[in-house]
């Protein structure tokens, strides 16, 4: 297990790199949550410490958790976000859900829908535990892991930023996520077949893919 010393070391630096990477590539991402952001400190509490507090710190604070789980009641979910920045006003306010991505091959042109989807689905359970996520915005960094593995044996500042990397920004939506749980709840638990996705991009990260089509036969000789 990581020394919790270390541990917020990486966080820190982390989310230095995503804030030199919101200075290349904004795509959306307000200054008034990038503000929010550069100014973040640990959080010295758990989330649910956090959201609980009798005391509330003063709303110029902002607060970084990292690695922190979520459950959701009302549609039968948890997950572990990658870092999230909170503060609190009248009641406990989401300025961002952060996470990272590892491509083997191509940085995309623009988010996956996955992606913004499981960051949706973060602060949907966020949300329904009190927090509110009106301006909340979903960030999803895109680094390729042969540039993560380059900081291996090396000094993690000189890589932090990975100056290579995409960052694109979307607010969150409410509509949208429930949109799309309630479709997995037909295939979940209603029986429905899954619809298959003629989407090129599908097969991009298929190791025996080529022009857009998958080589199932050479996927299964693998196995």
């Not at 429905?192 to 190791?207: S, V």
Request: glycine share 6%; hydrophobic share 35%.
């Amino acid at each position: 297990m990581m020394n919790p010393f270390l541990s917020t070391i990486l966080l820190v630096l982390f989310v230095g790199g995503v804030l030199t990477l919101l200075h290349m590539n904004t795509n959306g991402f307000l200054n008034t949550t990038r503000r929010r952001v550069r100014r973040a400190q640990v959080c010295e509490w758990t989330l649910t410490q956090f959201l609980n507090l009798y005391n509330k710190p003063s709303s110029s604070k902002s607060f970084l958790f990292h690695e922190q789980e979520v459950f959701s009641l009302g549609h039968r979910f948890n997950g572990r976000f990658d870092t999230a920045v909170l503060h609190w006003e009248e009641a406990p306010i989401l300025d961002a859900i952060i996470e990272r991505k590892f491509p083997t091959r191509h940085l995309p042109e623009k988010p996956k829908d996955e992606d913004i989807f499981q960051a949706g689905l973060y602060a949907l359970a966020l949300m329904e535990s009190g927090v509110s996520c009106s301006s909340a915005r979903l960030v999803i960094v895109y680094c390729l892991q042969r540039k993560a593995k380059q900081c291996i044996g090396r000094n993690f500042n000189d890589c932090a930023a990975c100056g290579d990397g995409r960052v694109f920004s979307r607010r969150f939506s409410q509509k949208q996520v429930i949109r799309a749980l309630a479709k997995l709840d037909e295939v979940w638990y209603k029986g429905r077949k899954p619809k298959a996705r003629p989407d090129k991009r599908n097969c991009q990260t298929c190791p025996y893919g080529r022009s857009g089509t998958c080589n199932h036969s050479a996927a299964w000789a693998k196995e």
